[in-house]
């Protein structure tokens, strides 16, 4: 797809259905001179400069990648029109592509029966999430793993409820018997389990979580924000199918937050929350007195916590979906390689004497720390702030991140280390785009020789 070329198409699209409402004139205060636009796009397109090349297969850093081009001229497009999916008063058509897009998120995780939206991210998405969990379980708390997105804990504090860490495995992972130990108490409502966590991509063991849910009487919310559509990898023939339990667990799950603007190609702005009791729309339910006039059907904005949404988001999602629909040989080819290229790496660290892994990647996320004399923590983290400060400064730059590891989690994986410090910061890299698999043995010779020349 060549972008110039369809983003004069969505101009000539849009002027098109303009010019049927007929001629009209544009107000003298809006009007702006070529030349004074042409000086301060310059000044804008030289300050965007100060920016980490998130395209480019040499930045492995956090969790960043341009959209795709198909989710691009959907949204400006769409953004030329500007709706507003809180009500079909503000964009009957994008307010109908985003229910389609949210079924096929639903189908995505198999569930038959729905409701959803979208979000204008992940943090909203599972606000809304707690928010229905707290009002079927009043007084009750929210538990989520230590290594569960950190809005958890804060939105338990907004809404009001007791947020319950609960410890986690040598993988990462939510420990049942620790989980188990706080349900027996009765003060828990609600527990969030976590497919694919943001540090390392860990998926919680939700299949087993299934007949803890039963015996306490809890609900189940999936935090699936980073990790949803790796659903397309389960049980997927090739080195990159994933285990299949976790995942279809997800369906019997009741409630699901995705990200689409992190594994779905799209811009920000574009987190996704699903029930899987449409009745929970009740606890929204209110009037507005400015809107849905135009249709008895249920208005978006009557099931979601935010009023304004950019129907341009829902557009961008829908016709990438028309194009890379999320289903194995859709989206889930794209998850594939990154998957495929951490496993790589995994392989080409396990091998070298200048590097350890932290942990097998289970996603497409890899943790590593540079091997140093003596063996301690203090020395692990400065040798990885070493390698992150170093690459982003080399002429040919490589960009990795780094991630904290506190001292019992470090231990629990590599007894051997001295603990002499309260923990140490790894090297964490994100191989969320697909060319990163055919750029991974290029990425750890640059890693390699960053870390032997310490
Ligand atoms: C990114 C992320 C969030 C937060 O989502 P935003 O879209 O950044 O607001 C929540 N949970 C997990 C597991 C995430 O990876």
Request: charged share 20%; with cysteine; proline share 7%.
């Amino acid at each position: 797809m060549n972008l110039q070329h369809w983003l004069g198409r969505a101009n000539d699209a849009i002027q098109e259905w303009a010019d049927t409402f007929g001629p009209y004139e544009r107000h003298p205060s809006l009007l702006v001179e070529d030349d004074r636009f042409a000086a301060a796009f310059e000044e804008f397109t030289g300050r965007l400069k100060d920016n980490y090349p998130f395209f480019h297969p040499h930045y492995a850093g956090q969790m960043l990648k341009p959209p795709h081009p198909a989710a691009v001229v959907g949204y400006l497009t769409t953004m030329l029109i500007n709706p507003n999916n809180h009500a079909l008063d503000g964009g009957p058509a994008t307010a109908r592509m985003e229910r389609e897009a949210v079924a096929r998120l639903a189908t995505m995780f198999g569930y038959d029966t729905h409701l959803g939206h979208l979000t204008t991210s992940g943090t909203i998405a599972n606000l809304e999430a707690l928010f229905v969990a707290r009002e079927l379980h009043p007084g009750r708390g929210v538990a989520y793993s230590a290594d569960a997105h950190y809005t958890h804990g804060r939105m338990c504090h907004v809404l009001g409820v007791k947020g319950h860490p609960i410890p986690t495995d040598d993988r990462g992972r939510i420990s049942l018997d620790a989980l188990e130990d706080v349900l027996r108490t009765g003060e828990v409502g609600t527990v969030v389990l976590t497919a694919g966590t943001t540090g390392l991509g860990a998926v919680d063991p939700i299949h087993d979580a299934l007949a803890i849910r039963d015996r306490y009487g809890v609900r189940l919310h999936i935090d699936a924000a980073y990790g949803g559509f790796f659903t397309l990898l389960a049980g997927a023939d090739g080195p990159e199918g994933l285990p299949p339990e976790p995942w279809r667990a997800i369906a019997r799950c009741d409630s699901i937050v995705v990200d689409p603007h992190k594994h779905g190609l799209q811009p920000y702005g574009c987190g996704a929350v699903l029930f899987r009791d449409p009745e929970v729309g009740r606890f929204y339910l209110h009037d507005s007195p400015y809107t849905y006039f135009t249709s008895s059907e249920l208005h978006l904005g009557e099931i979601s916590l935010e009023c304004s949404r950019a129907g341009a988001s829902a557009a961008a999602l829908w016709l990438t979906f028309q194009l890379l629909p999320p289903t194995p040989d859709g989206l889930g080819r794209v998850l594939g390689a990154g998957r495929r290229a951490a496993l790589r790496w995994s392989e080409l660290i396990s091998a070298s004497d200048a590097l350890e892994l932290y942990q097998e990647p289970e996603l497409d996320i890899v943790g590593c720390f540079p091997v140093v004399e003596p063996g301690t923590l203090t020395a692990v983290d400065a040798a990885s702030a070493r390698v992150l400060a170093d690459g982003m400064a080399d002429p040919d730059p490589v960009f990795l991140s780094t991630l904290r590891a506190d001292r019992e989690a470090f231990t629990a994986r590599h007894p051997k280390i001295d603990a002499d410090a309260d923990g140490a910061r790894i090297l964490r890299s994100v191989l969320m785009k697909p060319e990163s698999e055919h750029y991974v043995e290029r990425l750890h010779d640059r890693v390699e020789r960053l870390t032997r020349s310490l």
